[in-house]
């Protein structure tokens, strides 16, 4: 009998496959550069698939299961109705226009300007002033100089994997420690900026050379300002926990200035494409008025604005009741990835 | 010729800079909370006018001040600028607003900005986020909020309950990060009051959404769920609700069951979300 049941299902599943289709290229909410498009995908044989795009309808026959259009798109967001057998879906691509792929992999230098070993090892001592003992009391901690220093020298080489791994799948963006004057430099600062980063974006990353700014500073007045804020950061943390959280929002704040410096996220210009908002992100209003888009995240992708990213994001944890098992790390959409492929191209891409 | 040259591509690298920006600040920017931990004083602005900055990255301007209500001061003018990363503003955001500023920096932080200057400068906190327009509700609640001296107490819980359903937008939106911040259930229940009333805006009922999220507890995953179901509810904040529910402890196995839901909103919203969370 269970047998019978298990072959019923696995026939339906068949038959629900086969019924429906998909749209394999371009991908997702991918950038592709126009005016003419090649979309391609699958779809149940002998069926037609009818694709909107901008008021136009077209109907594509299926030969075998494969399906083929080109589809003529405007500069920026496109969204096509597909009808693929039985299903109906939304697919969003978008028509990048006005920039163009550099040879030279994007190098970028972590620079950590003096006196920022002070401000990292104020940070450690001001958020780790209380012990929990093996019977559950808590006590008073003062850190020795030596685990400060430990702190300090184990957050720096953090941020520089993380902060890799960000761009990994993102375009060919590469750590350096080269003074060239085409090396993008990230630098880190004890001086408070009032801001987590700094960086003026720059339409298809056409000025070389270029510096962010990451305020330590800034990230010691939020969290000794009301350190509550920071949940599910405690007191009593551990060392290496306190390492992670900092390193994970030092390198996300590196990342996402990197990624202004790059391009994104522009609202009007050159790159107005893009559709951003909010300052030059990526914003709810946006996502929720374009559902076919994922591009807003509240902190899940790197470019979201840093007005609706929460913190416990920053710190890799996705709620602020308690820490989760492992960290999550934020990624780029993956339309901020297609733009990063697209202007930093990798070999063989 | 080459020094020409060098000019033009001076004034076009500077002039696609005016209209490029992009930074990072505190989640709630825009909100009076996070604007009084950015800021050392807090003035009510005349007018302002644009003067030439030594940067690029910042937009200078003289402040000429109508009245102070946070810190002190005995200038009728000071200069001020906006990070150009926190947005571009006109100088006439300024006029009849209040303006939470930072400050004077000391030299090394002007040094950071590329700003030289033997004048004391303020930075205008949360870019232009610092920049509220005053609204006739606004300043005695500002004051209010000001003189709250301990933000545990429940002074500032009645402030945060009360201003949750005021008139004015940003008061909205303060409120619900203050009360995101107790993590209480009666907290919660007040922002859950928030997403279903009609005065709140929809970005701010979107903004407490997040906030709800953000707990992550039990009794915020049941509000989120009572939320998205209720089909009285605008169809913009369900979806903005059911986007929400990725982050909190439970949440995909209650979009797993909504995708199978008869409710289209419900269906087609968790389906597009656990497609995007396996992406």
Partial sequence: ?349 | MKALHLVLASILIFASAVHLAGSDQAFGIDTLPVLYSDSSLVVEADQAAPVPATSPRVQMFRLHLREGIRGDFSVDQLLAFVPRSGGVVESAQFSNAMVFLAGPLSQGQLAEWGIDSTEPIFQVAGGKGGIVPKTPVLRPEVERFLSISDFASPEAFAWATQNMLSSDPFLQRSAAYKLGRYETKIALDVLQKAVRSSKVTLPNQEFVIQIIAADGSDHALSILKSIAEDKKTEKPVRIATIYAVRDVVGGMKLLENWSKAADVVLQKTSTKVIQMSRD
């Avoid at chain 1, 009032?194 to 007045?221: A, F, M, T, W």
Wanted: with cysteine; hydrophobic share 40%; net charge neutral.
């Fill in chain 1, 1 to 349: 009998m269970r047998r019978i049941l298990l072959l019923i299902f696995a026939l339906s599943v068949a038959a629900t496959a086969r019924s429906q289709g998909t749209i394999d290229d371009p991908r997702e909410d991918e950038i592709v550069r126009g005016p003419d498009v090649l979309l391609r995908g699958t779809a149940p044989p002998a069926t037609n698939v009818v694709l909107r795009v901008n008021g136009t309808v077209l109907t594509v026959p299926v030969a075998g299961s494969v399906w083929t259009a080109v589809v003529p798109l405007v500069a920026g967001l496109n969204v096509i109705d597909a009808t693929l057998g039985s299903q109906s879906k939304s697919f969003a691509v978008t028509r990048a226009a006005n920039v163009s792929s550099r040879q030279n992999p994007q190098r970028v230098r972590l620079h950590w300007k003096q006196g920022v070993d002070g401000a990292l090892q104020q940070i450690a001592s001001d958020t780790m002033t209380k012990q929990r003992m093996p019977n559950g009391a808590i006590v008073s901690r003062s850190l020795t100089a030596r685990e400060q220093q430990e702190f300090v020298d184990r957050v720096k080489p953090r941020v520089a994997e993380l902060f890799a791994e960000a761009f990994q799948s993102a375009g060919s963006i590469m750590l350096t420690m080269e003074t060239d004057h085409d090396v993008h430099v990230v630098t880190f600062t004890s001086e408070n900026l009032n801001q987590y980063g700094e960086q003026l974006p720059d339409c298809g990353n056409r000025i070389s050379g270029e510096e962010s700014k990451v305020s330590v500073g800034y990230l010691h007045h939020r969290l000794t300002f009301q350190f509550s804020d920071w949940k599910p950061m405690e007191l009593t943390d551990e060392l290496d926990v306190r390492i992670e959280d900092v390193a994970r929002s030092l390198a996300r704040t590196a990342a996402h200035e990197t990624g202004h410096a790059l391009g994104l996220v522009l609202e009007r210009g050159d790159c107005g494409w893009m559709h951003g908002c909010d300052d030059f992100h990526t914003c709810q209003l946006f996502q929720l008025s374009n559902p076919a888009v994922n591009r807003f995240g509240s902190g899940r992708f790197i470019m979201d604005p840093a007005g609706a990213t929460r913190v416990n994001m920053r710190l890799g944890e996705s709620t602020d009741s308690i820490r989760g098992n492992s960290r999550t790390s934020p990624v780029f959409s993956n339309f901020d990835r297609s733009y990063l492929r697209f202007i930093q191209p990798k070999a063989g891409n």
